[in-house]
């Protein structure tokens, strides 16, 4: 890891709560990488805590969503030639211990992006009776799609490489894009891989996506996955 420039991007929207705690366990786990901390609009603190944790801030000019918040950090990983990039959410949900294992894969050459999957592993992880049913659909269509074993692909705890960095940086889908990149990043012929994590509970807030919502966010993801399916790979 040491010979790699790497980047930890941390997507936040009203996190003043936690991004302090986030941005410190990162630097203590992983004291020799950046961590870029892309205040999507927030209507608190959250920019200045994350500047007073040490890390570099990107403010956008209001709330944009995950995909665009997500974007904006692999475009400042392209710009600043980053080898590796990692989401890691500024919620704590996310326990930044575990960025090794994400990036082993990448650093074997095993894979363009190392996804986590709660499922993998004994961690003992269980959502709810709406996300399960999603999450199990998800993973038979990606699994037949890519032809690779998916168990949790709307976990957004994520390595890249340097190739899906520059990818990523020129299109990343906007809304609910974390099963509907891997069919893009599919297409575009890069390697992927799962590795077992295992998360925590929020520090603070909850879930943007509630019971109803659910429902809402699977047939939207599915419209997307099959809508990305007729578009070209370029």
């Known amino acids: 890891m040491q010979s790699k420039k790497i980047l930890i991007v941390v997507p936040a929207f009203n996190e003043e709560k936690s991004i302090s705690s986030v941005v410190q366990d990162i630097r203590k786990h992983l004291p020799s990488v950046d961590i870029l901390v892309v205040n999507d609009g927030s209507s608190d603190r959250t920019s200045e805590k994350a500047v007073a944790a040490g890390a570099f801030v990107v403010d956008l000019p209001y709330n944009l969503g995950i995909g665009a918040t997500m974007q904006t950090g692999y475009m400042f990983a392209e710009r600043e030639s980053y080898d590796i990039a990692v989401q890691c959410d500024g919620d704590g949900q996310h326990p930044p211990y575990q960025i090794k294992n994400l990036i082993t894969p990448l650093l074997e050459g095993k894979a363009d992006i190392a996804a986590g999957s709660r499922f993998l592993g004994n961690f003992g992880y269980r959502s709810s009776i709406p996300r399960q049913i999603g999450i199990i659909l998800f993973s038979g269509i990606l699994t037949a799609i890519t032809k690779t074993r998916f168990t949790d692909p709307t976990c957004g705890f994520r390595a890249i490489n340097k190739r899906a960095i520059k990818s990523f940086s ?40 509630g019971f109803f919502g659910s429902f809402y966010y699977t047939v939207k993801v599915l419209l997307a996955i099959f809508v990305d399916l007729f578009k070209s790979a370029s």
């Open 170 to 209: 020129a299109y990343y889908p906007h809304d609910y894009p974390e099963v509907e990149v891997l069919v893009l990043a599919h297409k575009k012929g890069l390697k992927m891989r799962e590795v077992p994590i295992r998360i925590y509970k929020r520090k603070e807030g909850s879930s943007s996506i």
